[in-house]
């Protein structure tokens, strides 16, 4: 009867030794696997602190790279902004200069037309009061070249009865102080002629002494 209740006790022992042992292999497996979950965690973590320094990096690098971009920018828009004045500079040289060579071209031909202009009224002082073809043929070839003349902006520099001036007028006689008031020109031996402000011809003239 004693050695049944023993081998119970016995069975009952063991019973409760597996049991132990099967919680503490449960608490073992417990511990393992939140240890391995911790460490995949801490491996994820420091994966997103490495990916986060990288980013970092990254966009240092960007802001430097940008930075050095936008200072060849401003190079070349200075160098573009500097090349544009240089050449609206060397536009507006080129400009002037070939208006001054085309104002002094039209000079020398108007010039060498003024000649023909005085030939003409010479040739109708010379007719007088004869009235004829010829006389009537002059008379227009002079209108017309004077109108064209006019067009061009050529003026006459017909200065009788005016003060004399050297910068329009050329005195190469003397007149007396019956011949009208003192320092006026008194006579226009050749007209002058002027294109704007410039003169091609200075009046050839006679002025009243005093």
Partial sequence: MNKKHDKQRAGGENATLREKIRKAAESLKDKAERAKNMSEENKVTQEQEAETTEQVVDVAALQEELEKTKAQC???????????????????????????????????????????????????????ENEGGLKAGVEMVLRQTKETFAKMGVEEIDPLGQPFDAELHNAVMQGSEDEGEPGTVCMVLQKGYKLGNRVIRHAMVKVVAG
């Fill in 74 to 128: 401003d190079e070349y828009l200075d160098l573009a902004q500097r090349k544009q004045a240089e050449f609206a500079n060397y536009r507006r040289r080129t400009e002037g200069v070939r208006q001054e060579a085309f104002d002094d071209g039209r000079r020398d031909a108007i010039e060498k037309l003024l000649p023909v202009i005085d030939n003409l009224e010479r040739a109708l002082a010379a007719a007088g």
